[in-house]
């Protein structure tokens, strides 16, 4: 392919992915369905571990980050990113069993693009749930001591952290088709948070749980968020959090691709 | 030099299939050998009952379904090897207008101008033009769960035809319409093939292929068992039919008598029989006389147009079958 077919070939699928991405994103903001476990749950689990749980501050062990809500907002990022993930993989299995799917496949475009317009629309949607319940963090008493640069890194990682996420979903509906399947993944997106320090530091998890923490990269990533937010390498490293991150979206978006090319192959 | 000559393909826009088989897991084997030739700017007409292979050719055709064996060119590019080429060549309105119901009619038009390719500006301006041409324009900017299913259908054209295809594929486009609505789209098809638009339809009316299609293939357990113009399809029949219904049901018997020496008569009960003649038609006046004269009271004569049904008996043996054999996705 000439340099100039080829820059034609890149423009014309920049242009594909802006359209998937606008449209994942305009779909997911009109239903509700979506928006509420993305946007609603979160801050109601925010809410209620704030209030409940904010003893726990009190345990040895437990770091010093000023307010609990300030603590905890990171996993609850976490969260409204990974339901954000397999909200996109239910929309994916959603276009797939009303025959959508077809359309996008029958048009001449490269399948990856698919994949990564709605993994893009999934990672605005993480950036807008981090600013979300970071101004409502802030709202109710959280400090951040590592300022606007560390908000920005924790905002990034979300985007991330999303991104993976969505990666995730896609590949499962891309493989199964099945809407229905991917509408009972919704416990095991609590069971990934609550086997990561996503509440809790990883000191304070039983023995079992902190060390099948060890191998969850989401540890990474939350840890990384708080170490960013709060200027403390000893609440978590940003490096290993951005690490783990990126090698979860690399990951999770290859299964996607690879799940994608054996759907059209079949 | 036009885009295509200067692509080194063919300039008219054909569909061949030689051997064509789809075989899915499990053993079904949903079409068998199935060979097809379509001239640039023909309407053919694929008529079958549900189950009966269309689906899977034509998800075979527009490159979303891998044949198990046999090959198949569209547009002049081989459905396997040249599938981007093919995608870029055809237009595709599937079974059921699958839409997203939470996108507007031109949002919809716009995301697929952009999937084919075209700029904002220009993806804009198209989907301007065609929601005039289909009629939408005062419904643009509404949700699809608002429109009727002949306005999905409209839509569903119009996003075929963003990219200006050579080949439209269009899955039963008519199928659960009302009368009026499936006329509206028979006129539009009609006047996109006067513009050069080669049209490979899918349908389970006979009527439909009649209005519409030049030559019409018929598709049975995934082979095609007849193709021809729907004249001569018609023709595998038989002799034309006729419907008489008696005002009195006593006097049947000897309606049946007195119309024997016109062709071949059945009695379907209720006062009605049906004949079976060559004079088709021109022979409506002679057993009106005939029953008059025996002061047989007529209620209504009409002449009887071959359904698919019809056809599918003549050259099958069997009657349509109900759906479900394909399980086809």
């Known amino acids: 392919m000439s340099t100039v077919a080829l820059e034609r070939d890149v423009a014309t699928q920049g242009r594909v992915i802006v359209a998937l991405t606008e449209r994942a994103l305009r779909v997911q903001m009109r239903r509700a369905q979506f928006l509420l476990p993305s946007f609603l749950l979160p801050l109601l689990l925010l809410a209620v571990i704030a209030s409940g749980t904010s003893a726990a501050q009190q345990l040895p062990g437990f770091p010093s980050t000023g307010s609990y809500v300030g603590f905890v907002v990171s996993g609850t990022i976490m969260q409204g990113t990974l339901l954000a993930g397999l909200m996109a993989g239910i929309a994916i299995a959603s276009d797939i069993e009303g025959g959508f799917f077809d359309r996008l496949l029958s048009a001449p475009v490269n399948r990856a693009s698919i994949v990564l317009g709605r993994v893009l629309g999934t990672a605005v949607i993480g950036i807008a749930q981090a600013v979300l319940f970071l101004s409502v963090a802030l709202a109710f008493g959280a400090d951040f001591p590592g300022g606007i640069v560390g908000v920005a890194l924790a905002i990034l990682l979300a985007a991330l952290s999303a991104s993976a996420a969505a990666g995730l979903g896609a590949a499962i509906a891309l493989r199964t088709g099945s809407l229905s399947l991917m509408q009972n993944l919704f416990p095991f997106v609590f069971v990934l948070l609550f086997i990561a320090p996503a509440f809790f530091p990883r000191e304070l998890l039983s023995p079992v749980l902190e060390t099948i923490s060890v191998v969850n990269p989401l540890s990474y990533v939350v840890e990384g968020m708080r170490g960013a937010l709060f200027d403390s390498s000893a609440l978590g490293s940003v490096a290993l959090g951005f690490a783990a991150a990126a090698g979860s979206v690399l990951l999770t978006c290859a299964l996607a691709v690879w799940a994608m090319r054996a759907r059209v192959r079949s | ?248 049901p006593s006097q049947s018997d000897r309606a049946r008598e007195l119309l024997a020496v016109h062709g071949s008569v059945s009695d379907r009960g209720e006062g009605c029989l049906s004949l079976r003649t060559v004079l088709g038609a021109r022979a409506i006046a002679p057993i009106v006389r005939t029953l008059d004269e025996a002061q047989i009271e007529v209620d209504a004569v009409e002449v009887e147009e071959p359904t698919l049904d019809d056809v599918f008996l003549a050259v099958t043996g069997h009657r349509a079958e109900e759906p479900g054999e394909d399980g086809s996705p």
Request: hydrophobic share 40%; aromatic share 4%; net charge negative.
């Open chain 2, 1 to 248: 030099m036009n885009g295509a000559e200067k692509l080194g393909r063919r300039t008219d826009a054909t569909i061949e299939a030689e051997g064509l088989e789809r075989v899915y897991p499990g053993g079904l084997r949903a079409v068998d050998g199935v060979d097809l030739a379509v001239e640039a700017g023909e309407i053919y007409g694929f008529l079958g009952p549900n189950g009966a292979g269309k689906s899977t050719t034509v998800r075979i055709l527009t490159t979303l379904l891998r044949p198990t064996a046999g090959h198949a060119r569209v547009a002049g590019y081989d459905v396997v090897k040249q599938a981007s080429q093919v995608r870029r060549s055809i237009g595709v309105a599937l079974q059921e207008a699958a839409l997203d119901p939470l996108m507007t009619g031109r949002e919809l038009l716009q995301l697929q101008g952009a999937l084919h390719g075209l700029r904002r500006a220009e993806s804009r301006s198209r989907a301007e033009q065609l929601l005039e041409r289909v009629d939408l324009v005062d419904a643009a900017d509404r949700l699809l769960n608002t429109y009727s299913g002949g306005m999905r259908r409209r839509l569903d054209l119009a996003m075929a035809l963003v990219h200006r295809p050579s080949v439209l594929f269009l899955d039963e486009p008519t199928t659960g319409l009302d009368p009026v609505s499936r006329s509206s789209l028979w006129g539009e098809l009609r006047s996109l093939n006067d513009e050069g638009t080669t049209i490979f339809l899918t349908t389970q009316y006979l009527e439909e292929a009649e209005q519409l299609a030049d030559r019409v293939g018929i598709i049975d357990h995934g082979k095609i068992v007849a193709e021809g113009t729907p004249q001569e399809l018609g023709r595998l029949v038989g002799d034309p039919g006729l419907y008489v219904k008696l005002i009195d």
